[in-house]
């Protein structure tokens, strides 16, 4: 089910549609990669790299209105060690990302058919 | 430098994530931004080192290292590009860090277009301030400096070795130093013992030839028939006498500066040789063929006056346009004012150093007398004035009464500022059989054939019979009945014949005693030739 309805439409008001398209494919690989990272370094136990990432994701993701995301990761960024649990974490942001990724999808669908 | 408000800047973006750096890329082209993105602290150093930004929208989290100390590195290296840092609410503490680190402001994430391109703009107009602040303040500076240079040369009282603070010589300093960095030649009239040779030497000094020589050749005091050799040198047996080979001034002053003093003296045979030499810069030694090339700057001095050596026909007309290209006057030191006293205090502690007598000062009585006499030797007499108060006296002041003769004739109790009859210089020594380069610890020694002004004036060698007003007259008038009463042109003859005899036919000098133009007396001695009227090998 798609999260944050909001989701991109500031964005698609500011950028021309060309731009707009651009910057949600790129975000689709920052996102991508971002998720990876997180994922690896909560399986060797890395918080830090953990937490580094998450703060890229939240980042990006402001930047596109992606708000439970970034909400989420912002959460993740300032946790101390002891209260992680980087399995958790990383299962968490998955499910987001992989959201978040069908949402970029159908708005990139609904750019190109407008 | 910081563009203008509204004016495209290039813009640095330092961000490591694709989507948030193209974003920010399309914001910034929007406004009209020149933009380049770097995704690494360390590329973004590379890049700001050699494409210079006007701005850069810093990131602080950077996969290889902090953009704090990005930021640090970019100003050790001089990059003074405007800094805005993005940082998330969370990282607050984080901008403020960024700020006192030396970046301008910082943007909230996520922003939009106007939130970035007013941050930036904000950003770069302050700088552009700052820098518009440090251009006036360099701007204003500079102006204090140069009107201090402007204000110095104005009160200067000495300039490449002359002393003086007088208009008239503030005129020959600025001559000297606009033609001194030129090649065109320079002919430096003035009385005898103005110090030509020092301004020559000065034009020299300021040139960019100054590491090469400066080579003096006084043609007056060289017997004519050396006088080629020692200008172009000769070779081995191209005369009695030529035992080897020698390099003249000319060769001597290739690179440098040629000053050929008492031009005028210079024989006609031989002013057709210097002509040639001035116009190709080539000449022979004496005795060889070969043509030999030199670049040298000419400086000439007479104490005569040029154009009327032209027209007496002494001198060679096209020499003389050849050579007369900046003229420069020395003026005469009763033409100087207050120059009298600077020369006269320097001149006191040169000569009391060297004698160690501990001579402070001139009284004013001294100061006075000094002022009132005409100086027809001009500086050397001053300078040789003062050296025999410093040898003959003791004590902290000079006082009046130490003054020698002449120059003591010339203020009585009721002395005048000039005195109605100028009291004769000092003879001239003769000339010295051949030319040797000179060299004098003070600047003022440099011509030659100086005369000691405290000589008491000796009996004139005239034929003339009739009694000759000295300057020994008071200045108050007397009358004697006696004296012998003559036609009034005649005794000007005798008067102008008198002169020149006393002084060696040095007509400016005569002139000078006389308290008339040069000119006068070659007009009347050129007239009286004419007439037959002057007496029999009369030394003119």
New interface residues.
């Given amino acids: 089910m798609p999260i944050d309805p909001g989701f991109a439409t500031e964005l698609a008001r500011e950028l021309p549609p060309a731009d707009f398209l651009r910057v949600l494919e790129l975000f689709r690989i920052d996102l991508a990669r971002l998720t990876e990272e997180i994922e690896a370094a909560a399986a060797g136990g890395r918080h830090e790299e953990v937490r580094r990432a998450a703060h890229g994701m939240a980042g990006a993701a402001g930047a596109v209105g992606a708000a439970t995301l970034e909400a989420t990761t912002r959460v993740v960024m300032r946790q101390p060690d002891a209260g992680m649990d980087l399995v958790a974490i990383a299962h968490n942001i998955r499910t987001l990302a992989d959201d978040t990724l069908l949402n970029i999808d159908r708005v990139i669908a609904q750019a190109r058919s407008a | 430098m910081t563009p203008p408000s509204g004016a495209p800047s290039r813009i640095l973006v330092v961000e490591?994530?694709?989507?948030?750096a193209?974003?920010a890329r399309?914001f910034l082209t929007g406004l009209g931004h020149e933009v380049q993105v770097a995704s690494t602290a360390s590329s973004a150093f590379d890049t700001a080192r050699s494409w210079q930004p006007d701005g850069i929208l810093l990131?602080i989290?950077l996969p290889d290292y902090n953009g704090l100390e990005l930021l640090k590195n970019l100003r050790d290296i001089g990059v003074d590009a405007v800094v805005v840092v993005v940082t998330?609410t969370?990282s607050m503490e984080l901008a403020k860090q960024a700020i006192r680190s030396g970046a301008e402001d910082y943007v909230v994430?996520?922003y939009?277009?106007d939130r970035l391109g007013v941050t930036l703009r904000n950003a770069l107009d302050k700088r552009a301030l700052a820098h518009a602040r440090v251009h006036l303040e360099t701007a204003l500076v500079d102006t204090r400096t140069r009107l201090d240079a402007a204000e110095a040369q104005l009160s200067r009282k000495s300039y490449a070795g002359f002393i003086g603070a007088s208009p008239r010589m503030r005129a020959v300093y600025d001559t000297l130093q606009g033609v001194a960095a030129s090649k065109a030649s320079v002919f430096v009239t003035g009385e005898s013992g103005t110090s030509k040779e020092l301004a020559a030497e000065a034009l020299h000094k300021m040139s960019p030839r100054a590491a090469k020589q400066f080579v003096p050749l006084n043609c007056g005091a060289i017997p004519r028939d050396l006088l080629e050799s020692e200008v172009f040198g000769h070779v081995k047996g191209s005369f009695t006498g030529a035992i080897s080979d020698r390099i003249g001034a000319a060769k001597l002053a290739d690179g440098g500066t040629l000053f050929l003093d008492e031009i005028g003296e210079m024989p006609l045979d031989m002013q057709v040789k210097l002509l040639r030499f001035v116009q190709t810069g080539t000449f022979s030694p004496v005795g060889s063929s070969r043509l030999e090339k030199v670049d040298v700057r000419f400086v000439c001095a007479t104490n005569r006056d040029p154009l009327m050596e032209v027209e007496s026909g002494r001198f060679r007309e096209d020499l003389y346009y050849r050579l007369y290209v900046v003229p420069v006057e020395l003026p005469p030191l009763r033409d100087r004012e207050q120059d009298v006293l600077l020369l006269a205090r320097h001149f006191l502690a040169m000569f009391d150093t060297e004698e160690n007598k501990g001579f402070k000062g001139f009284s004013r009585d001294a100061e006075a007398m000094l002022l009132a006499y005409p100086w027809p030797g001009n500086v050397r007499q001053l300078q040789n004035v003062i050296r025999n108060i410093v040898v003959l006296h003791n004590g902290e002041m000079v006082e009046a009464a130490m003054i020698p003769p002449p120059v003591n004739r010339a203020a009585g109790p009721h002395y005048s500022p000039r005195p109605a009859l100028a009291p004769p210089p000092p003879p001239p020594t003769a000339p010295a059989p051949g030319w040797e380069p000179q060299v004098s610890a003070d600047p003022h020694l440099h011509e030659p054939n100086s005369p000691p002004p405290f000589t008491p004036p000796s009996p004139s060698p005239s034929p003339l019979p009739s009694p000759i007003a000295t300057p020994s007259l008071p200045t108050t008038l007397s009358v004697d009945p006696g004296v012998e009463i003559l036609p009034l042109a005649e005794m000007e003859r005798r008067m102008v014949l008198a002169a020149l005899l006393r002084t060696g036919s040095d007509i400016p000098r005569a002139a000078a005693l006389l308290q008339i133009n040069p000119s006068t007396v070659y007009r009347k001695v050129s007239q009286w030739r004419k007439e037959g009227a002057l007496p029999e090998g009369f030394p003119l």
């Fill in positions: 490591d994530l694709a989507a948030k193209e974003l399309i990131d989290e998330a969370a994430k996520p939009n277009r």
